[in-house]
């Protein structure tokens, strides 16, 4: 994405330490949760408009990309820290003859050197005047370090009244926890009009039942950036079964961008 020219204003909110300098958003074990305000001002951004969703059909994403290129499962208890980055972000106004579809688009990196906990993203949308209208949130439920994710906050209401935005991110320190003894057998991705879904098998080869285990799957476009993320849970799997788990990415607009994905396991 190409630098914004937008002017915005980072407003750090909790007490704790940050590299304003870099503008980097270090976790550590004295917090559970993080919160940061961006606020924006200036000109949006106005391109035409998106496309509406078509008839469902889905096709096999045979020649994934390997994303990341190690193409190994995220070790959440590996040595190091993530460190999140909001990057860069702009209002995005798509007009057409009927409507009218606003948007924050805003990039958030892990420049750090582990995988991260859940990152909320919350927009509150403000008119010519700075009346306030609504809010609406967007997450993704991991990122890998060393990755960057192209988040989408659409504005749901009327979106001809929108002409400001206040971008606050919120960070969870507890990350996914691998948990030993479960296999990903394999997973595959197939992507239709409305969404895009995975399908994948789990073995538990810990010898015990497990009482709850979550699968996460990170969507990316065909050069490793994450699009968004979805999960989908079971309990009581018994001891050596296997899971037959199904996940469903609706990404709006940005379907067709899908072109691999990655699972990571949660307990």
């Known amino acids: 994405m190409q630098p914004s020219p937008t002017i915005w204003q980072l407003i750090l909110l909790s007490v704790s330490s940050c590299d304003s300098d870099k503008g980097m958003i270090p976790m550590d074990s004295h917090m559970r949760r993080r919160q940061y305000l961006f606020t924006s001002v200036g000109l949006a951004t106005t391109i035409g408009a998106w496309g509406g ?30 460190e999140i980055e909001l990057r860069d972000h702009e209002l995005v106004v798509e007009e057409d003859d009927f409507s009218t579809d606003a948007y924050i688009s805003a990039e958030v990196a892990n420049v750090g050197d582990a995988l991260s906990g859940q990152i909320d993203l919350e927009a509150d949308w403000y008119d010519d005047d700075g009346n306030y209208l609504d809010d609406n949130q967007e997450w993704l439920q991991t ?61 538990n080869e810990t010898g015990d039942e497990i009482s709850y285990i979550e699968a996460i799957a990170i969507i990316y476009d065909e050069d490793c950036v994450v699009l968004g993320s979805a999960r989908t849970n079971e309990t009581g799997i018994p001891a050596e079964e296997t899971w037959a788990f199904d996940i469903s990415w609706r990404g709006r607009d940005r379907i067709e961008e899908a072109a691999a994905h990655r699972i990571v396991l949660s307990d």
């Open 143 to 203: 990122l890998e370090a060393g990755e960057t994710w192209l988040a989408h906050l659409h504005h749901l209401g009327d979106s001809e009244d929108v002409a400001d935005y206040e971008l606050e991110m919120e960070i969870d320190d507890e990350i996914p926890a691998v948990p030993d003894g479960f296999v990903l057998e394999e997973s595959e991705m197939q992507v239709g009009d409305r969404s895009a879904e995975i399908d994948g098998l789990v073995a």
């Open 53 to 82: 969703y078509g008839s469902a059909g889905y096709q096999a994403e045979d020649d994934e990309p390997v994303c990341p290129p190690d193409d190994g499962n995220t070790d959440a208890e590996g040595n190091g820290d993530p």
